[in-house]
């Protein structure tokens, strides 16, 4: 039992925390979320060259060969620096569905831009009738002798927009709830018959919704064995909660190091608001919900990286207690800074609103606990 | 970072487990299985099975006949323990008045009071709280006044668990009122219980059971040799024995070991009825519960392995007290509404082991359900309530 980091580990840990200290205050975050891609170029650049976006592919596909232990270091002080740079869509989601599952070819063509930074990914399995049921999926994939005609419709594509390169699920065979006959395609952001309506999401960041009718693409544009794609989108979607968890524990953590500050300072009736028991009671509630949320992120982390049983159970221990714990650290927030909680200004406003959008991904905590309650 | 025990851990968890299986008194898991309450004489045969293994004193060093387990032997330990559904162990000698005595007191102390500690020949109580003093503890008024080489002590301690079977009581009294702070002028002294003038008053908990007392002393003569440490320094003293206490605080083993048994309750079928297992509200609560103390066992795993590597232990050790208990309670709410009817018979002479079996209320130990639910109502009061935890916390690692 070591919940030490190996050298490896810390200097990785330390080089984000560095580069969020030095290079990337809330003014300059709120300047890359206002930007038309809602993100800088530039910093994508600058992830790329130290490496970050390397960590979870093998070395032969020209990474660090690195695990889950490695991503939620990096998405926990992702989170505390609230970055906007869509590191979870391009590394994580899109990059993990290439890496588990595409030939040599596919690889040779994409993930060295991916890794360089160089090129913008998403994964487009959501559809407007699925929340989180990852085998209901809707669209078709028609084979004929020149390849696939897709058809569907992909909702609130995370990073859609920018992508240049898009992985789109759709059905080869089976119902729509079925869980044969899902197989993923590669499909240029350009491609034609793509209708693609970026917006911007609550949590500063960008998503699309994403149609397409009788989009061709070739035979070898189908990504991993067709028909059978669903483990594969699991087991991404898994990594991609225990990222965003950990992203939502760096979230909680610095929410509640910013609220017991205020109380410090702020004054009202001659003294600090933070003598007030009430709400002194309130902030050990919060550090609680934060130590408890990192203990089960550890436990979850730790369960997938050696692969052992019980890790998708773990996992919804994790995304269930991130919701509900998440929800009350930052209600919590933004009620003990008053007013100015409740003000655009404040980060303390954009962290609850990224807490929440996480709450509403891969799953809510209802739909967590209804898997764990059998 | 690494999820697993060692090899040598696992080993010795397993060395432990065997003896359990293998050797633990029958007679008292078949008493444990059925939920009755366990007699003095049961517990002390228990405590002296775990003494001849070597395994009474978990937390003392080796040189007072302790383990000398490290700080992840005695969590595993007492993992084990939980899992044979041990009856806990005692613990104001061992837990508490030992580690004091072996701490701060002199030589003939501990010669005097150690080994009957270790091998549970001697019952000890606490003398903490009393009737007008409970989370305020420095407020205690009971009072010793030096006459010679004894001190005479006049007061009333009150919550003292199990008094009506102890030989022996350790105290907290104001020595000197003369203080600028209250803490100041406390000290830590040993009392015979069988000296003139102390006596015993039972206080019937809520439900139904003799399980705590209020302590007299009326002149009691107590002989200066049994001051542990300095006069004045028993706050000190009395809050290192709080330390001492944090072993398992969280009741986390236990509190596995009931969630266990709950969800195969939850599984079966009684006389053909739909099992609890399909019943979503329920089911959805004890997830919910699973969640938390998942947590709390890395929380405390966290603690451990802190501890273990020398250092401090983080802000996490401090929320361990008071979780812990929220989720022992919330654990007796799930029993409680599986329990549906049965939760209401109340016959507490059927959890006497020489009941007749046949005519016990109920299907299993859903009858103990609201007993516990009630009595353990205790758990956020006692220690330092739940309230005082959290004003600790703000105080000390908010910085509030």
């Known amino acids: 039992?070591?919940?030490?980091?190996?050298?490896?580990?810390?200097?990785?840990?330390?080089?984000?925390?560095?580069?969020?200290?030095?290079?990337?205050?809330?003014?300059?975050?709120?300047?890359?979320?206002?930007?038309?891609?809602?993100?800088?170029?530039?910093?994508?650049?600058?992830?790329?060259?130290?490496?970050?976006?390397?960590?979870?592919?093998?070395?032969?596909?020209?990474?660090?060969?690195?695990?889950?232990?490695?991503?939620?270091?990096?998405?926990?002080?992702?989170?505390?620096?609230?970055?906007?740079?869509?590191?979870?869509?391009?590394?994580?989601?899109?990059?993990?569905?290439?890496?588990?599952?595409?030939?040599?070819?596919?690889?040779?063509?994409?993930?060295?831009?991916?890794?360089?930074?160089?090129?913008?990914?998403?994964?487009?399995?959501?559809?407007?009738?699925?929340?989180?049921?990852?085998?209901?999926?809707?669209?078709?994939?028609?084979?004929?002798?020149?390849?696939?005609?897709?058809?569907?419709?992909?909702?609130?594509?995370l990073n859609g927009g920018n992508a240049d390169l898009l992985i789109v699920s759709a059905r080869t065979s089976g119902g729509q709830n079925d869980a044969d006959g899902i197989s993923l395609f590669l499909v240029p952001g350009d491609a034609d018959g793509l209708t693609v309506r970026r917006y911007a999401t609550v949590d500063g960041q960008q998503a699309a919704e994403i149609e397409f009718d009788n989009l061709r693409v070739a035979a070898d544009a189908c990504l991993g064995e067709p028909g059978q794609a669903l483990p594969v989108i699991r087991s991404v979607f898994d990594e991609a909660t225990l990222a965003v968890c950990a992203e939502a524990v760096g979230i909680m953590q610095v929410m509640t190091e910013k609220t017991v500050e205020y109380s410090k300072s702020r004054v009202q009736f001659g003294v600090p608001i933070g003598s007030?028991?009430?709400?002194?009671?309130?902030?050990?509630?919060?550090l609680t919900a934060c130590e408890q949320s990192y203990s089960l992120l550890l436990w979850a982390t730790m369960l997938a990286a050696d692969g052992q049983e019980g890790t998708a159970h773990a996992i919804s221990s994790l995304k269930y207690q991130i919701g509900t714990a998440g929800k009350k650290v930052g209600q919590e927030a933004v009620q003990i800074h008053g007013g100015m909680g409740v003000t655009w200004e404040l980060d303390i406003a954009h962290y609850f609103k990224r807490l929440t959008a996480i709450g509403q991904l891969f799953g809510n905590a209802d739909f967590h606990l209804d898997r764990l309650a059998v | 970072?690494?999820?697993?025990?060692?090899?040598?851990?696992?080993?010795?968890?397993?060395?432990?487990?065997?003896?359990?299986?293998?050797?633990?008194?029958?007679?008292?898991?078949?008493?444990?299985?059925?939920?009755?309450?366990?007699?003095?004489?049961?517990?002390?045969?228990?405590?002296?099975?775990?003494?001849?293994?070597?395994?009474?004193?978990?937390?003392?060093?080796?040189?007072?006949?302790?383990?000398?387990?490290?700080?992840?032997?005695?969590?595993?330990?007492?993992?084990?323990?939980?899992?044979?559904?041990?009856?806990?162990?005692?613990?104001?000698?061992?837990?508490?008045?030992?580690?004091?005595?072996?701490?701060?007191?002199?030589?003939?102390?501990?010669?005097?009071?150690?080994?009957?500690?270790?091998?549970?020949?001697?019952?000890?109580?606490?003398?903490?709280?009393?009737?007008?003093?409970?989370?305020?503890?420095?407020?205690?008024?009971?009072?010793?006044?030096?006459?010679?080489?004894?001190?005479?002590?006049?007061?009333?301690?009150?919550?003292?668990?199990?008094?009506?079977?102890?030989?022996?009581?350790?105290?907290?009294?104001?020595?000197?009122?003369?203080?600028?702070?209250?803490?100041?002028?406390?000290?830590?002294?040993?009392?015979?219980?069988?000296?003139?003038?102390?006596?015993?008053?039972?206080?019937?908990?809520?439900e139904g059971e003799h399980e705590v007392n209020e302590v007299h002393f009326e002149d009691v003569r107590v002989p200066v040799t049994n001051l542990v440490g300095e006069e004045g320094k028993g706050w000190t003293y009395g809050k290192v024995l709080l330390q001492h206490e944090r072993t398992n605080i969280a009741a986390v083993h236990h509190s596995k070991f009931r969630l266990r048994r709950l969800r195969e309750q939850a599984e079966r079928s009684v006389?053909?009825?739909?099992?609890?297992?399909?019943?979503?509200?329920?089911?959805?609560?004890?997830?919910?519960?699973?969640?938390?103390?998942?947590?709390?066992?890395?929380?405390?795993?966290?603690?451990?392995?802190?501890?273990?590597?020398?250092?401090?232990?983080?802000?996490?050790?401090?929320?361990?007290?008071?979780?812990?208990?929220?989720?022992?309670?919330?654990?007796?709410?799930?029993?409680?509404?599986a329990a549906g009817y049965y939760a209401l018979p109340f016959v507490p002479e059927q959890y006497a082991p020489d009941f007749a079996r046949d005519e016990r209320i109920g299907e299993g130990n859903e009858t103990r359900a609201s007993s516990r639910y009630f009595n353990f109502r205790k758990a956020s009061i006692y220690g330092g309530s739940n309230e005082i935890q959290k004003n600790i916390v703000a105080k000390h690692v908010l910085g509030l």
């Open chain 1, 276 to 286: 007030f028991q009430a709400l002194q009671h309130r902030m050990v509630d919060m």
């Open chain 2, 271 to 337: 006389r053909g009825a739909t099992p609890l297992v399909q019943n979503p509200s329920f089911m959805r609560k004890l997830a919910a519960v699973e969640v938390e103390l998942k947590a709390l066992e890395f929380t405390e795993l966290r603690t451990l392995a802190a501890v273990s590597a020398g250092k401090a232990p983080g802000p996490e050790s401090s929320i361990l007290k008071f979780v812990g208990t929220e989720i022992q309670q919330a654990i007796d709410e799930l029993y409680v509404d």
């Open chain 1, 1 to 157: 039992m070591d919940f030490s980091l190996s050298e490896e580990q810390q200097m990785l840990e330390d080089s984000v925390a560095k580069y969020l200290s030095n290079d990337y205050d809330f003014d300059t975050r709120q300047r890359y979320s206002g930007s038309p891609k809602g993100y800088s170029d530039e910093v994508w650049k600058q992830f790329a060259e130290l490496g970050w976006t390397a960590v979870p592919f093998s070395e032969a596909d020209g990474g660090f060969g690195y695990g889950p232990v490695e991503i939620m270091l990096m998405m926990r002080l992702f989170g505390r620096g609230l970055v906007v740079e869509p590191y979870l869509a391009n590394v994580v989601l899109a990059g993990g569905a290439l890496r588990r599952s595409g030939s040599d070819a596919q690889k040779a063509e994409w993930l060295g831009g991916l890794i360089a930074g160089e090129t913008q990914a998403a994964l487009a399995h959501i559809e407007p009738q699925s929340r989180y049921e990852l085998d209901n999926v809707a669209s078709t994939a028609v084979a004929d002798d020149q390849g696939y005609l897709l058809s569907g419709h992909k909702a609130v594509v």
């Open chain 2, 1 to 206: 970072m690494n999820l697993t025990f060692s090899q040598e851990e696992l080993e010795f968890r397993d060395q432990i487990r065997r003896v359990f299986e293998n050797e633990f008194p029958d007679d008292i898991r078949v008493q444990r299985d059925s939920g009755v309450t366990i007699s003095p004489d049961d517990q002390v045969r228990f405590q002296k099975w775990l003494f001849e293994r070597g395994w009474s004193a978990v937390n003392w060093p080796k040189e007072y006949g302790g383990t000398g387990w490290t700080p992840v032997q005695k969590y595993l330990f007492m993992q084990e323990l939980a899992e044979v559904n041990a009856p806990d162990i005692v613990p104001f000698g061992l837990s508490m008045v030992g580690p004091v005595i072996y701490t701060f007191g002199n030589d003939d102390q501990k010669q005097r009071f150690l080994p009957d500690i270790l091998e549970s020949n001697v019952w000890w109580c606490q003398g903490y709280s009393e009737p007008g003093s409970g989370s305020d503890l420095a407020s205690l008024k009971t009072r010793a006044d030096l006459d010679g080489d004894h001190y005479v002590v006049n007061g009333t301690k009150t919550w003292t668990t199990l008094a009506q079977h102890a030989d022996w009581i350790f105290c907290l009294v104001r020595t000197n009122s003369d203080v600028a702070r209250r803490q100041e002028g406390i000290s830590f002294v040993l009392v015979d219980m069988n000296s003139p003038g102390v006596s015993v008053k039972p206080i019937i908990t809520i």
